[in-house]
């Protein structure tokens, strides 16, 4: 019998964001250190606080005298790690830091997943701080990731350039993974500045 399929419409259109939710830039790098290009990615803090504060505490953000972060990862030099048709996968590169199911077990589902969604990695049995995905296509059946993820932001800038980063790394690419010899990276993520 064929998998029956959701009838909800899961599209999501780059846009200007609520001025009231935080705004997030990564900006991504070729060969080390030439631009590629800029992605803004709006944090829905209102609906899944957890998950933000695990992404921002990853981010790592300078702060003066904060000790806890600085002895984190941060997405400062991380590269894409898997890519699919649906997802781009990004990692910090520092290993896997698991946060029990249980820590966010609450917002899983709040927020569903679309083009231009980013979303937190998960295993069986934990979220992995250090590792997130970006959805690029509508094909995979939607519903599963609104059942086992917590998607935290979408992009609100840069969503063709997503698409393009995409396309680009498709020749450094096989069997899923992203091949150590990927010129593309994030150079970092930092607090969109106010315009």
Do not use: W
Request: hydrophobic share 35%.
């Amino acid at each position: 019998m064929p998998v029956k399929r959701s009838n909800k419409v899961h599209k999501f259109h780059e846009g200007t964001g609520d001025d009231n939710m935080p705004v997030v830039s990564m900006f991504v790098v070729k060969d080390g250190d030439e631009p590629f290009t800029r992605i803004d990615v709006e944090l829905f803090v209102n609906k899944v606080p957890k998950a933000c504060d695990l992404f921002l505490q990853t981010c790592a953000f300078p702060t003066v005298g904060d000790k806890r972060n600085a002895k984190r990862g941060s997405y400062k030099g991380c590269r894409f790690v898997r890519l699919t048709k649906e997802a781009l996968q990004v990692a910090d590169g520092s290993g896997p830091r698991a946060v029990p199911l249980s820590e966010l077990e609450a917002e899983i589902g709040r927020v569903n997943h679309g083009v231009g969604i980013a979303s937190l990695c998960r295993s069986s049995t934990s979220f992995d701080e250090s590792f997130f995905f970006c959805l690029t296509d509508n094909r995979l059946e939607l519903d599963s990731l609104d059942k086992r993820h917590v998607a935290f932001g979408r992009v609100t800038g840069g969503l063709d350039a997503l698409m393009g980063l995409r396309d680009a790394l498709v020749p450094y690419v096989q069997e899923g993974y992203v091949i150590v010899g990927s010129p593309y990276a994030v150079s970092e993520v930092v607090p969109k500045a106010k315009q």
